[in-house]
Each structure stands twice: as C-alpha cells, then as structure tokens.
Nanobody, 126 residues
Framework: QVQLVESGGGMVQPGGSLRLSCGASGRTFSSYTVAWFRQTPGKEREFVAAIRWSGGSTFYADPVKGRFTIARDFAENTVYLQMNRLNSEDTAVYYC???????????????????WGQGTRVTVSS
C-alpha cells in the first residue's frame, strides 16, 4: 500500500510560482509512474505532468509545457512540481497519483493510477 501526501499549495498572484511536493509512505516510488492531475468544480480530472521513476522520462500537458517542471528526488522519495508563470487557468485542486506498469500511451489517463493523494489547492488570483 502506498500513501501519498501532497503539500505546497496556496494562493499566488498571476505570474508567480509555487512548488508542490508529493511524498510516499509505505514504500518507495521505485518502478512507479508518478503524476500530477488537477480538477476544478464541474470538470473532469485533468492531466498535468508525469514522471517515470525509473529512467526519469517526463510528460507534460500542452497548457503547462515550458512553465511547469516535474522532478524526482531519490533521497527524499518525493516528486516535485515546480509551477512558474502561473495564471488564473491554473487555479485548481492538484492531486498526486502513482501507478505501476503504466505504458507511455496511458500516462495521461487517471484511471490507470492506483494511488492518490488528498489534493492540495492552488489559487492564482490578484
């Protein structure tokens, strides 16, 4: 069993930055794909970014390419999402997710992830 704990959300002005963290308890992220999704009221959960723990391949949704960076820290067993140049459309609850055996073409599909964090709210507002 993997328990995911997110942190780092908050309120920031447009153009600002935040860094989200996703830590795992229970086991390491070894052999997992770890992803960030986000959700706003009335909308489906949306893929943001993912990283394959083994090898480090990364994947990004088009709206965040060039602004967000996903990275892993082996020592801390943590995945980070650095979010820069935030705008109002980035306002959402962000969820960390982890799954094993996810093929590349399925990386953006939330149903393929077995473990989810509780979510952390990001609000971009002036």
């Amino acid at each position: 069993q993997v328990q995911l704990v997110e942190s780092g959300g908050g309120m920031v002005q447009p153009g600002g930055s935040l860094r989200l963290s996703c830590g795992a308890s229970g086991r390491t992220f070894s052999s997992y794909t770890v992803a960030w999704f986000r959700q706003t009221p009335g909308k489906e959960r949306e893929f943001v970014a993912a990283i394959r723990w083994s090898g480090g391949s990364t994947f990004y949704a088009d709206p965040v390419k060039g602004r967000f960076t996903i990275a892993r820290d082996f020592a801390e067993n943590t995945v980070y999402l650095q979010m820069n140049r935030l705008n109002s459309e980035d306002t959402a609850v962000y969820y960390c997710a982890a799954g094993r055996g996810i093929i590349v073409s399925s990386t953006r599909t939330p149903e393929n992830y077995n473990y989810w964090g509780q979510g952390t709210r990001v609000t971009v507002s002036s």
